[in-house]
């Protein structure tokens, strides 16, 4: 645990939690059976089944979300978990706006459950230098499944954990998940072709938007379309990775620096953004538009060229139902590339979500634990967790295709999969009776917006930052101002030296500092 840790996270908060959670046990991770017989037992190789002797109440913390708990205690999955290791599940089920809340309430009174998972950064750094968490450092090497999955080099396996601890497993899900997307009817009606990956150029996609906006691409007769829009920040928009900027923040000659010191990045995206203005290709409401609005326009047939999600598949259906004479065809494209072969989808800040096993638990339950979790990683463990037990919740029939029973729907066997702990993917919706092809488009545009990932490379540092946490919203408020007063032309091109300038005198020089340190940490 650093200095820097230290001085910013210990809270009054923070203090409250030492005095409930490591009451009676200063280390947090002397386990009963470790001091039975003297010696750690972290390090011996994971129970057999046959060796899980003795049964083991094990505590489980999940939310729920919209209405009331999803799982009865004789739930299926339940009694088969218990069957399976020898355990008792005692789950408690906490409505998701309450859910740290309460459980900050059982770590005041030492009362935290033994596996459940924390989605506040700020929360986990606090715990874990409270000594909240068991350490799986040393213990994951014993168990084949979870360490080959969480590999300890992995970026989001490391991010919010010291260099040399690990105190809990990532949730992992998209890495990168929106993309450029076209209306390839569209471009046909226009006459224009449908550029592959290579010919995507940023002056492509402006003669797209161009021709979009100003020749009548939904050939309805009126000029009723929109080249393109940046919703919902210039800041956050991926266009701008075609000319170099950083995705919060790059790695420059060894430092870590952000986009805000990116000027002659910023005077290139500026100069393009603001002919699109002037010209008409940009939304000329852009500043004024959130992401709904834009929904709106591209479901409304009026905007062709447009970052949108993995689900454009429902986006066709439903241009096609509000415009039964329109053939809608949405094609994921690659980025942009821009002036200096650059190009991006931005990337997610991952892994900020960790799943974690209380220290007080004895060395035997947090083993009892990990054995679980590294069945779950498993394709049989993912199975259950997710499509639930067969002859339950799916069956095959005469045809030999899984088809769900009726208890599917109300038993929601992937409570635990989708907010407890998953195997790291983005298929938590892709079960045994998905559509094949719909499956395999999902996996092709996972692999697409993946592919040209830019990913903020100081994630989860600014947790570290204080000045960042105090200053940065307003510090960005206002660069995102000045960005926008560039665009319409209220201010000129160079009016990006000021405001970068001011960002760094109003704190960004010790955010800078900062983050920069809590690297080296
Ligand atoms: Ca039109």
């Known amino acids: 645990m650093s200095k820097l840790m230290k001085v910013w996270f210990v809270t009054f908060l923070a203090l409250t939690l030492v005095v409930g959670c490591s009451s009676g046990n200063t280390n947090g991770n002397t386990g009963n059976s470790a001091a039975n017989n003297g010696t750690s037992v972290s390090n011996e190789k994971p129970s057999e089944s046959a060796k899980n002797e003795e049964k083991l109440d094990i505590s489980i913390a999940v939310r729920y979300w919209g209405g009331s708990p999803s799982w009865t205690d004789d739930h299926p999955t339940i009694k088969y978990l218990n069957d399976k290791f020898n355990i008792n599940i005692k789950l408690l089920q906490i409505n998701g706006p309450d859910y740290d ?30 000594g909240a968490f068991a350490d799986l450092s040393t213990r994951l090497q014993n168990y084949p499944n979870l360490s080959k999955t969480f590999s300890e080099d992995d970026v989001a396996v ?10 809990g497993l990532p949730e992992i899900s998209w890495i990168a998940r929106d993309t450029i997307q076209i209306r390839k ?30 020749q009548d691409a939904n050939q309805n007769g009126i000029k009723d379309e929109i080249g393109f829009a940046i919703v919902p920040a210039v800041m956050t928009y991926p266009l701008k990775y075609a000319f170099g900027i950083a995705n919060g923040w790059t790695e420059k000659d060894g430092q870590l620096i952000p986009q805000q010191i990116q000027v002659d990045e910023w005077k290139a995206y500026l100069t393009f953004l603001n002919k699109a203005y002037q010209e008409g290709v940009l939304d000329q409401d852009f500043a004024l538009r959130n992401s709904n609005d834009v929904e709106e326009m591209i479901k409304g047939n009026r905007l062709g060229l447009f970052l949108f999600r993995n689900t454009y598949k429902q986006l066709v259906g439903e241009i096609k139902k509000t415009f039964p004479e329109t053939e809608p065809e949405v094609i994921p494209m690659a980025p942009p590339i821009g002036p200096n072969g650059d190009r991006g989808n931005g990337g997610y800040n991952i892994g900020l979500t960790k799943t974690v096993i209380n220290a007080k638990a004895s060395d035997a339950k947090i083993d009892r634990i990990l054995q679980i979790l590294d069945w779950w990683v498993t394709e049989e463990g993912t199975s259950v967790m997710k499509n639930g037990i067969e002859g339950v919740h799916y069956e095959k029939n005469a045809q030999g295709e899984y088809v769900i029973t009726d208890r599917w729907e109300p038993d929601l066997p992937r409570n635990l999969n989708s907010n407890l702990f998953h195997r790291p993917g983005t298929d938590l919706n892709i079960y045994l009776w998905s559509d094949e092809q719909d499956v395999l488009d999902h996996q092709e545009y996972e692999a697409l917006a993946k592919k040209y990932v830019v990913l903020n490379e100081a994630m989860g540092l600014e947790f570290y930052s204080d000045t960042y946490q105090k200053k940065a919203a307003d510090l960005d408020a206002k660069f995102e101002t000045a960005l926008l007063k560039i665009i319409v032309g209220d201010q000129p091109i160079e009016y990006i030296e000021q405001a970068s300038a001011e960002w760094l005198a109003g704190g960004g020089d010790q955010i800078i500092k900062e983050i920069n340190e809590a690297a080296a940490r």
């Open 158 to 167: 490391r991010v919010l954990n010291p260099s040399d601890k690990l105190y």
């Open 185 to 214: 009817d569209w471009l046909d009606n226009l006459g224009l072709e449908l550029p592959s990956a290579d010919e995507f150029t940023i002056d492509k996609f402006y003669e797209i938007a161009k021709a979009f906006a100003t």
């Open 101 to 130: 809340e309460k459980l900050k309430v059982m770590a005041a009174s030492g009362d935290l459950p033994d596996l459940y998972n924390i989605a506040t950064p700020s929360m986990y750094i606090n715990w874990q230098a409270e």
